[in-house]
């Protein structure tokens, strides 16, 4: 997890990470962090929460950016060394 104040690079330094990873044969994704609750939302009204889940299982890296808080702004660099089932399991847990 990266934690800084805006404009210190913290989406720069997850992006060349999440670029060389993909440059070693990583399943990566970089996606915003609204984004990423959108896509969590929608699959379950529209219930394609498992499609969600195990596209999401199958990556390596996972890069969220531009989550902000009441601390400041974080990027989380989520690696995922994780089996099928824990990351199932994980990611069930978020809905």
């Given amino acids: 997890m990266l934690v ?3 404009g210190v690079g913290k989406t720069g330094l997850a992006s060349g990470l ?3 990873a993909l440059e070693n044969g990583y399943r990566c994704q ?3 962090a609204q ?3 959108d896509q969590m939302y929608a699959s379950l ?4 929460s ?3 889940l195990n596209r999401l299982s199958r990556l390596d890296v996972l890069s969220i950016a531009a ?11 989520c690696q ?3 089996s099928h089932q824990e990351r199932l399991r994980f990611l069930a847990d978020l809905f």
Avoid: C, M
């Fill in 4 to 6: 800084g104040s805006p």
């Fill in 18 to 20: 999440l670029l060389k």
């Fill in 30 to 32: 970089f996606i915003r």
């Fill in 35 to 37: 984004d990423w609750f």
């Fill in 45 to 48: 009204a529209d219930r394609s």
């Fill in 50 to 52: 498992r499609q969600l």
């Fill in 67 to 77: 989550l902000n808080t009441a601390n400041g702004e974080v990027h989380g660099l």
């Fill in 80 to 82: 995922q060394k994780h």
